[in-house]
């Protein structure tokens, strides 16, 4: 099963996704600054995604999502 391979999280909420994207790019030693400058993007927007703003554009959160090292997976519920 995939979930027992990877360390898989839930998420229901943009809060989720922030505090996940924060914990991962602490975890490495990165700050805000070295995250905008390496994938393009704003210092606010990157914060503002942390903080689990439900309009940021998902475009860019995937980007982001990516470029700190987590994946997003999809699963149906039956």
Known sequence: MLA???NVTPVRDTFEIGS??????KSQGLTLEQ????CGLSI???SEVERGK??????????LLNAVGVDLYVSTRD
């Open 20 to 25: 996940i994207l924060r914990k991962k790019r």
């Open 35 to 38: 995250v905008a400058q390496h």
């Open 54 to 63: 439900p309009t940021a554009e998902f475009g860019k959160v995937l980007f």
């Open 44 to 46: 606010r927007f990157i």
């Open 4 to 6: 027992a391979k990877l």
